[in-house]
């Protein structure tokens, strides 16, 4: 059963912060001290973490990747402070999908493709862009309904695959697909598996991502503010029909996008 978003903001100083979730897949917030100089540098994993101030706080919001190990994390800042956090246990389910055959068993010339295409993904996800940012909510990108697929173990055509990292919204093709709040297109392109993807970098490594495109409608490098048509619904790549796969990340990890959404 799906939570609706809004129950999973809390207002914690002048910010409102989605629902602590610390377990893989999930957010953490870890308070850093006062907020009385320049944004902590602070790094999880080898990858740099988005900060907040906050009530007069500096806050560290944190991606726990699907793979974290659960027990106790640690975070580092550059000043030599370690600040821990515990990763707690949460379940997801299985998902089985029937798709054409070479989406499953890939021939030399495509795993060549998704090879090269793969270091693209990786360098948009995980893409540092130095601003700050008043928070970490985002709007609905299109309407229709959201699946509870994040993380879930997938087979296709009966053989596993790795976890779904998004958020599937059924929507009719050709449906405007709107920027869920500011930032800047960072990579646009059409790859074997996710078919037209637009890239948009919010931030501090906070990242969002949508898939299976019929049209783009922005350029790399444009700078979109929310609310604003970056492409169209379809069925492009790996697809069993028209839907939005919608992917957000931070600091280069997937989370839940349902735990971001500001409306249900």
Same mark, same amino acid.
């Given at each position: 059963m799906r939570i609706a978003a809004t129950v999973l903001f809390l207002c914690l100083g002048s910010v409102a912060y989605p629902q602590e979730s610390s377990w893989p897949g999930g957010?953490? !917030?870890i308070d850093l001290g006062a907020a009385d100089g320049a944004r902590p540098v602070v790094e999880y994993a080898g990858h740099r973490v988005l900060v907040l101030s906050n009530g007069g706080r500096w806050h560290a919001v944190i991606g726990v990747p699907l793979d974290a190990a659960i027990g106790t994390a640690e975070i580092s800042a550059a000043d030599g402070a370690k600040h821990a956090f515990?990763? %707690?246990?949460?379940a997801y389910r299985e998902q089985r999908l029937q798709v054409a055959k070479n989406y499953v068993s890939l021939s030399e010339e495509n795993l060549e493709r998704v090879g090269n295409e793969r270091k693209v993904i990786d360098a948009a996800l995980t893409n540092w862009r130095d601003v700050s940012l008043d928070g970490v909510h985002l709007s609905t990108p299109v309407a229709g309904r959201k699946s509870s697929s994040f993380g879930l173990r %997938?087979? !296709?055509?009966?053989?596993? %695959? @790795?976890?779904?990292? #998004? $958020?599937?919204? @059924?929507? @009719?093709?050709?449906?405007?697909v709107a920027a869920p709040r500011g #930032? /800047?297109?960072t990579t646009t392109g059409d790859f074997y598996f996710n078919g037209n993807t637009v !890239? /948009?970098?919010? #931030?501090? #490594?906070? /990242?969002t991502m949508y898939?299976?495109? @019929?049209?783009?409608?922005v350029a790399e490098g444009q700078v979109v503010g929310e609310g604003e048509i970056i492409g169209l619904v379809g069925a492009t790549g790996r697809a069993t029909g028209p839907h939005l796969h !919608?992917?957000?990340? $931070?600091?280069?990890t997937a989370v839940d996008p349902a735990l971001l959404l500001a409306e249900p």
């Open positions: 957010i953490a !917030f515990e990763i %707690r246990e949460h %997938r087979f !296709f055509n009966d053989e596993p %695959r @790795s976890p779904h990292k #998004g $958020m599937d919204i @059924s929507a @009719s093709e050709g449906e405007p #930032g /800047v297109i !890239f /948009v970098d919010h #931030g501090q #490594g906070f /990242v898939c299976h495109l @019929s049209e783009i409608t !919608f992917g957000t990340y $931070m600091n280069g």
